[in-house]
């Protein structure tokens, strides 16, 4: 009678009942399936999350998506951009500045409108080309930077600015290099703080 009550109890502590040895989970396991190798990628689509869903992108638009991420399409952007900021603060310069129109041989004599309105034209032109030039060669050396390092930080700006102020001073020796490299990269730096 005693053998059959120890039984039974053995029987009531276990849920599953006689069989085989059940395995023992392990922490490690479980997050392997949760977290880790082993975890299965679901593709997070908006429909399935309660959002409109988006249809899948067609071969042209992903043509269209690479080529507006590409380091050329980003340099003619800039240098497109750059050139109409410089034409508008050159020709705004021009507009303030006293001297527009004057001419050294006759100080006394009052310029023209045509005058004033050609050294504004030129002014706003040299601004233009300058701010194209330098807008492109940033974003060209700052796509490429950031190619290379395969990361998206402050670092690329400064470093993109080193180069393109270095090499904008190169042109008036090895001093100037050096300083406008320095320069560009502390004026890149501080405009990535304030924009992040």
Not at 81 to 88: D, E, I, P
């Amino acid at each position: 009678m005693a053998a059959s009550t120890g039984a039974a109890s053995d029987a009531s502590s276990d849920p599953q009942g006689p069989g085989p040895e059940q395995p023992t989970l392990q922490y490690s396991m479980i997050l392997d399936h949760l977290i880790g190798d082993k975890r299965p990628v679901k593709e997070l689509s908006p429909g399935v999350m309660g959002g409109l869903p988006v249809p899948a992108k067609s071969d042209e638009q992903k043509m269209i998506e690479r080529g507006m991420e590409s380091c050329a399409f980003k340099s003619v952007l800039a240098c497109v951009g750059g050139f109409v900021l410089g034409g508008a603060f050159g020709v705004f310069t021009a507009g303030i500045d006293t001297n527009v129109g004057f001419d050294p041989k006759d100080p006394m004599r009052t310029p023209t409108a045509r005058e004033v309105l050609k050294d504004m034209g030129q002014r706003g032109m040299s601004y233009a080309k300058n701010f194209a030039i330098v807008g492109a060669m940033f974003s060209c050396t700052e796509c490429i930077i950031e190619s290379h390092r395969g990361k998206s930080d402050w670092k690329n700006a400064v470093y993109s600015g080193c180069v393109t102020g270095g090499a904008i001073g190169f042109r008036a020796g090895v001093k100037a290099g050096v300083l406008g490299c320095g320069g560009f990269a502390a004026f890149s730096a501080a405009i990535e703080y304030y924009l992040r």
